[in-house]
């Protein structure tokens, strides 16, 4: 079975840093992507950042390229997103999901961030941007 587990959310002050967790279990990363989504009260859901597990390749929104970084350690199955800069936009609940249908985040590009290619979903972490 799938299971996604995020962790490390929390409450930071504008220009903080924190680091987000993905745990995977059911599956191994290398048939995977691996994206995280962040959805704030009254907006839609964002895809923020995939990362593939065939190629090893990345693809980040504009929004965030820069200040966020996703990576993934293999060993222990999990993928993080460092996220640098805070501002009070970043304000969301932060989800990670997996997909077997995307193939390579660089030649997917910001298709590969688009929510509907994603079959198993997190229950997501808070973050909050706030002095």
């Known amino acids: 079975q799938v299971r996604l587990v995020e962790s490390g959310g929390g409450l930071v002050q504008p220009g903080g840093s924190l680091r987000l967790s993905c745990a995977a279990s059911?599956?191994?990363?290398?048939?995977?992507?691996i994206a995280w989504f962040r959805q704030a009260p009254g907006k839609e859901r964002e895809g923020i950042s995939c990362?593939?597990?065939?190629?090893?390749?990345?693809y980040t929104a504009g929004s965030v390229k820069g200040r966020f970084t996703i990576s993934v350690d293999n060993a222990k199955n999990t993928v993080y997103l460092q996220m640098d800069s805070l501002k009070p936009e970043d304000t969301a609940l932060y989800f990670c999901?997996?997909?077997?249908?995307?193939?390579?985040?660089?030649?997917?590009?910001?298709?590969?961030?688009?929510?509907?290619?994603?079959?198993?979903w997190g229950q997501g972490t808070q973050v909050t941007v706030s002095s």
């Open positions: 990362i593939t597990g065939s190629d090893s390749t990345t």
């Open positions: 999901a997996a997909s077997n249908r995307v193939t390579s985040a660089q030649h997917m590009g910001v298709i590969s961030l688009l929510s509907g290619w994603y079959d198993n």
């Open positions: 059911g599956f191994t990363l290398d048939a995977y992507a």
